[in-house]
């Protein structure tokens, strides 16, 4: 069974840090691309950012670029998202979504085949 676990959510002031884990059991998880998606009340799911099973090439929304980092750790199964500087305009629910990483473009999420369960991020001015 396929499962995707996000931790790390709560509450932040605007500029400081958070970080967000998703770790993934039941399939190999570095044969698969992991994605960052966010979605706030009241709008659609938005893509932050993808990373290949390698580790070795990410993508970003430009709302994040510079802000936040998308990493793995292969040996343990889990994929990170490092919020920097967050905004009050980041607060959303954040899900990890991932699929079979055969080098395609992963940053809408239709590409993907599954998700989690999602963390609530609520930035503070």
């Known amino acids: 069974q396929v499962q995707l676990v996000e931790s790390g959510g709560g509450l932040v002031q605007a500029g400081d840090s958070l970080r967000l884990s998703c770790v993934l059991s039941?399939?190999?998880?570095?044969?698969?691309?992991m994605g960052w998606f966010r979605q706030a009340l009241g709008k659609e799911r938005a893509f932050i950012a993808f990373?290949?099973?390698?580790?070795?090439?990410?993508h970003y929304a430009e709302s994040v670029k510079g802000r936040f980092t998308i990493f793995r750790d292969n040996a343990k199964n889990t994929v990170y998202l490092q919020m920097d500087n967050p905004k009050s305009e980041d607060t959303a629910e954040y899900y990890c979504?991932?699929?079979?990483?055969?080098?395609?473009?992963?940053?809408?999420?239709?590409?993907?085949?599954?998700w989690g369960q999602g963390t609530q991020v609520t930035v503070i001015s």
């Open positions: 979504a991932a699929v079979p990483d055969y080098g395609l473009d992963y940053s809408t999420s239709s590409a993907y085949d599954y």
């Open positions: 039941g399939r190999s998880f570095g044969a698969h691309a």
């Open positions: 990373i290949r099973g390698s580790g070795r090439h990410t």
